[in-house]
């Protein structure tokens, strides 16, 4: 019974210690992983819109989150985001719109999907397919027959994720922004 009670509390104390370590490593880190998002964030809307000046977050209604994107105080467009669930991972995107409701460009801003097949949703060849279209026309060609997007071979759900991530968050942009 003794040797119960030695065992439980030296354990008791490791798992203690092990808890305030994390919590702490937790604190220190919170801070520089939070910027460092919001810069890889703002990266991939400085990479979609090169002569942006500024960027305007705005809170829309049912706490919708986009940016207005200005070049010297003149609107050109908007920048939403955008995730949905790809293969093994949330696939997390930055879509750009012009002020006709196509789509400038798209990034990929954080994945963890399978290296070799999923991760070529990063790739210019696929996210290229996304220019200048409409919310209509961001479909897969094997999911409709309206698609325009050709899907990764051997990474259809990741390819799917995106169009769909883009498509609903257009979708959720212009019913805020008819309003």
Do not use: C, W
Request: glycine share 6%; hydrophobic share 40%; net charge positive.
């Amino acid at each position: 019974m003794r040797n119960i009670l030695k065992l439980s509390a030296s354990l008791f104390i490791i798992a203690a210690v092990s808890g305030a370590i994390l919590g702490m490593v937790y604190t220190a880190t919170k801070e520089p992983i939070a910027r460092q998002v919001k810069e890889e964030e703002e990266k991939a809307m400085k990479d979609i819109f090169p002569k942006a000046t500024n960027f305007r977050l705005i809170t829309g209604e049912d706490n919708y989150i986009y940016n207005e994107v200005h070049s010297k105080d003149k609107l050109i467009g908007y920048a939403i985001d955008a995730s949905e669930q790809g293969f093994s991972s949330i696939i997390k995107i930055k879509a750009g719109l012009t002020l006709d409701k196509t789509i400038k460009d798209i990034k990929i801003v954080k994945q963890g999907e399978t290296p070799g097949l999923g991760t070529r949703i990063e790739d210019k060849k696929f996210t290229d397919q996304f220019f200048s279209k409409t919310l209509k026309q961001v479909l897969l060609k094997k999911d409709s027959r309206k698609g325009t997007i050709d899907a990764l071979t051997g990474a259809t759900i990741s390819s799917r994720a995106v169009s769909e991530a883009v498509q609903k968050s257009i979708t959720e942009f212009l019913k805020i922004e008819r309003k």
